[in-house]
């Protein structure tokens, strides 16, 4: 599942489903929050009925086989929102794409690892979680580098999603193996020092956003389905 605040404050919530589980095709489903998270109500889907990943068959949206039917994880673009008002996204070899205003995606970098969520900073830069990489890969004027790869205590494991507090401090949810309940949330200072912010979401972390005001981080955990927020203290703790 995956957040994005919307400029008046609204959250967004979205999520693949197959309908029904594992045979059938998928659906895209969406709830929005006008509280800050506190309560949701569904929104129309944009997918109904889509082609099942698992299908073994080449689809007319990809073109080739769905892994041989044998696919673990759905890696559905994770798309973010650059200042210039451009989409840009991931890809399961590392490509960095951005969309142009014709809807013609362009990849304009690659890590060569596996992209899930990508976000922006002010000036343009792409941030990265790079589960091939096992960090968050900065992508600068097309030039490619490592901005985190979490603590010496806890590299990171499964870089899942990410987002910019106003002060620039980034938020990076690492989901760690899906059965093991050992997510966190780091928080990347401007420049990459690195540490442990939140160990408040271990349920397999995954989409986050900061509320209107800045005050919390709301997060998905996949496992636990629900959100979870997360207070910012004064002090810029969890």
Known sequence: ????????????????????????PIDVEVVRSANGGTSYAAVA???????????????????????????????????????????????????????????????????????????????????????GNGAVM?????????????????????????????TGNLYVTDSGEWDDDEGLVYRIAPGGATEIWAEATPRFPNGCCLTASGDALLVVESRGRAVVRVPIEDDGSS
């Open 1 to 24: 599942a995956w957040l994005a605040n919307a400029p008046n404050g609204d959250v967004y919530i979205t999520w693949v489903r197959w309908n029904p589980y594992p045979s059938g």
């Open 138 to 166: 900065r992508i600068s004027a097309g030039a490619v580098s490592s901005y985190s790869n979490g603590t010496a205590k806890r590299p990171m494991r499964v870089p899942n999603f990410a987002a910019f507090d106003v």
């Open 45 to 131: 889907n944009p997918l109904t009925g889509g082609v099942n990943p698992q299908a073994a068959g080449p689809t007319g949206t990809c073109g080739r086989p769905a892994l041989n039917g044998n696919i673990r994880y759905l890696p559905s673009p994770q798309i973010a929102v650059g200042p210039d008002g451009l989409l840009f996204a991931g890809g399961e070899a590392g490509q960095i794409y951005r969309v142009g205003a014709d809807g013609s995606p362009k990849e304009i970098a690659t890590t060569g690892g596996f992209i899930y969520g990508v976000t922006l900073d002010g000036s343009g830069d792409v941030f990265a979680c790079d589960f």
